[in-house]
Structure formats: structure tokens, C-alpha cells
């Protein structure tokens, strides 16, 4: 297996799986120390930072003008506004809802692909997939929001911030897609983390909340800066690099798993029979979606 000529390409892809996976239960044990925006901030001015030292370390091509200002505000949308809006949903919500939830974010990714030109439209194929999809999602969230009382509020509220999360991380996505730049993508995943870290400093100073010292919190947090931000981040961008997109895609299947796995071993968050079908439902109408747009763009 060694020996095979994309073993390090798979081997990345394996890390991503895993690791952007655990970021969930990560981010819930973070948030027993540091409030959401303080978290945000001091994670990604961290790894942003610690990314671009040793990109000059290396001698690698650093963004300048307007090419560092749009990868900075690129970084904004997609890591300060769309990980922000999954770090504040998890002090509502269970942290392996919150990623069964944020697997329907490729929905978002073609509804402003057919609203942004050149407008790509939505075709039966797409809109099938959608629709079973949010059907997953409505069977995931419904009974709970449906029940009322305060858990039924913070899950209404906790599943409208991550779409709005969803939403920032598709556009910037997108944007970032666009955008001709030089630099590496590494060096620009640094350039976004380090600005979204510092996007959210006076976010923490506004709404300063208390921090609750206590050693699994900062663990966690420096968890989050290795290995979900900065070997997470980077074996994302080498496997995309070495592998089909189709085949690197195989991660936001496996990342809810791992989350809703974590969470139930280290939290004993509730996932029974209803939860199991809402997945099996999302992912199916997630794949739909994807393999409709892969005919189209074949086509194309």
C-alpha cells in the first residue's frame, strides 16, 4: 500500500475525514472555556499566523494589494463568518446535529451558482435532490423545534445561524474560486484564517464573555488550531491537489459520522432511529445534487 503512487494523496484524504470530523466535538469542549467569538479569534490568528511564518520560511509567494485584500475578505465570509456561525450553533445545539446539519451546505453552493453570473440554472435533477435533502433536515430538526419550550427555540435558532454560516462559507467559497491569484492555497488559507482571526478580535472585546480556565478547554482549542486548521486545512488542499474532486468530496459524508460518533461517546448526545433515517435521507439527496451538477458541468 506504501508503494502506491497516491498514498500520500489518500493518506491526506483519510486525515481530512478524521480530523475535520473531531473539529465538532473539539469546538464543544472548546466553548467550556472560551466564549464563541473569543474562540473564533484566537484559533484562526493562531493557525493563519503559524501558516504564514513557515510560508516565509519557505520562501513562498505572499498576496500583496488587491490580491491580499480580497483573499483577506474571501477569509472573512468563509472561515470568520461561516466557522463562526457553527461555533456559536454549538452552544444550542448537540455538536453531531450541528454537523448532520451542515451537510446540506451544497445546496446553498448551486442556489447562488444560479444566482451569481454567468448564472448556471437549476434543472430537475438538482431541484429532486434539494428537495429530499431538506426533507432529511426537516425530519432531523422538525419534532424537536415542533416540541417548543426552550430546547425547541435553541434548536430553530441554532439551525438558522449555521445557514446563515452555510451561506457566508458557499459565497466565499465561491468568490475565493474566482479569484486569479499566485500564491499557493495554503499561503491563501493562511492569509483567510489569520484575517477571519483578526476580523473577530473586536468581536470578543464587544461581546467579552467569562472564561472558564480548564485545562480540556485550551486543549481543545490547540486541537483545533494543529489539527483542524492548519494539518486538517493542508491535507485538504494537497488531496484536492492529487485527487478527483469527486473522490476528495467523500469527506462531507464521513465528517458527520465521526462528529455524531464523538458526540455520543463524550457527551451521550442523543442519536436513535429518527436521527439515523434523517442522515441516510440528507446524504442521499446531498449525492443527488452532486452527481446532478457533475452531469451538468460534462455537458457543459
Known amino acids: 500500500m506504501r508503494n502506491h503512487p497516491q498514498f500520500t494523496a489518500y493518506a491526506a484524504l483519510v486525515s481530512v475525514c478524521f480530523f475535520w470530523g473531531t473539529t465538532y466535538l473539539g469546538i464543544r469542549m472548546a466553548l467550556e472555556t472560551f466564549p464563541p467569538a473569543l474562540l473564533v479569534a484566537v484559533r484562526f490568528t493562531l493557525s493563519g499566523s503559524l501558516l504564514l511564518i513557515g510560508a516565509l520560511c519557505m520562501g513562498a509567494h505572499i498576496p500583496r494589494g488587491q490580491e491580499l485584500l480580497r483573499n483577506a475578505l474571501n477569509g472573512i465570509l468563509l472561515v470568520g463568518l461561516g466557522t463562526g456561525g457553527l461555533v456559536w450553533a454549538e452552544t444550542m445545539i448537540p455538536s453531531g446535529l450541528a454537523a448532520l446539519i451542515i451537510t446540506i451546505s451544497p445546496f446553498w453552493m448551486v442556489g447562488l451558482d444560479a444566482l451569481i453570473p454567468p448564472r448556471n440554472p437549476l434543472h430537475g435533477p ?43 462559507w458557499s459565497l466565499g467559497s465561491m468568490l475565493q474560486r474566482r479569484l486569479q491569484s499566485k500564491a499557493h492555497p495554503i499561503v491563501s488559507g493562511g492569509v483567510q484564517q489569520l484575517a477571519a482571526g483578526l476580523a473577530f478580535i473586536p468581536v470578543a472585546l464587544y461581546f467579552q464573555g467569562p472564561i472558564h480556565w480548564s485545562q480540556k478547554g485550551i486543549s481543545a482549542a490547540l486541537y483545533l488550531v494543529f489539527f483542524g486548521s492548519i494539518i486538517g486545512y493542508s491535507s485538504y488542499v494537497f488531496a ?8 476528495v468530496s467523500l469527506y462531507n459524508y464521513v465528517n458527520p459520522l465521526v462528529a455524531v460518533s464523538l458526540g455520543w461517546v463524550f457527551y451521550r448526545e442523543a442519536f436513535g432511529v429518527r436521527e439515523a433515517i434523517a442522515m441516510v435521507v440528507i446524504f442521499t439527496g446531498v449525492a443527488v445534487v452532486k452527481r446532478a451538477e457533475a452531469r451538468r458541468r460534462r455537458l457543459a
Not at 240 to 247: G, I, N, T, Y
Request: some cysteine; aromatic content about 2%.
Open 126 to 168: 438538482t431541484l429532486i435532490g434539494m428537495a429530499i435533502g431538506l426533507g432529511g433536515a426537516a425530519l432531523l430538526v422538525g419534532p424537536g423545534a415542533l416540541a417548543g419550550g426552550a430546547a425547541g427555540k435553541h434548536l430553530i435558532l441554532g439551525f438558522c445561524i449555521l445557514q446563515v454560516g452555510c451561506l457566508s
Open 240 to 247: 484536492l491537489d492529487r485527487l478527483p474532486v469527486s473522490m
